[in-house]
């Protein structure tokens, strides 16, 4: 069974937490692979723990590696991509979220350096397959690339010279009767 395919029930968490190692089973892995838009989840790697944290939150924090498989952008071939992640996430009841909150002001500063504030804990569950999901789109390439795949000559009209740049009415000049440009 995948350490993912179930959600980790925090109502009666130990002091010193559980560690989770994570592992997919192929129905995980094909889910998975949905959820983030790529071709596929190769493997998944690496351990969180969830502990508590403060009066009523709790904390997940570990780190995994995950080797999936995306499309090309270029050619749509399939280019394989290893991500490596650190993760640190949160949770407190949304009542003391929003006990944390700053009383409203007109300016705000924002520290890019600041933790992130924790997330609202609704319910008695903590889903790591969201976790690893969000993670995962966070880290992956945006345009994945397969080695030696480029744009050369993508977007100039057939017959126009390299070193000049297309014209940019010279495509009514063919609809006109003209020549190609």
Known sequence: MSSLAKPINVT???KEGI????????????????AVDVL???????TLTVRPWRAH?????GAFEAKITQSCSVTLEPVAEVLKE????Y????EEIDALAPPSLEEVEVFLDAPEPPEPL????ISLFEIIREQIILAKSPFPRKEGANLEGAGTPDGAPEDEPPHPFA???????????
């Open 19 to 34: 560690a989770v190692d994570l592992a997919l089973n192929d129905a995980v892995a094909a889910e998975l692979a949905r």
């Open 57 to 61: 939150g709790f904390s997940v924090r």
């Open 171 to 181: 495509g009514l000049k063919v609809l006109k009767g003209g020549k190609k440009p």
């Open 91 to 94: 949770f407190l009841p949304p």
């Open 122 to 125: 609704e319910g008695p569950e």
């Open 40 to 46: 596929s989840v190769d493997s998944l790697s690496g």
């Open 12 to 14: 009666r968490m130990p």
């Open 86 to 89: 650190e993760v640190e996430r």
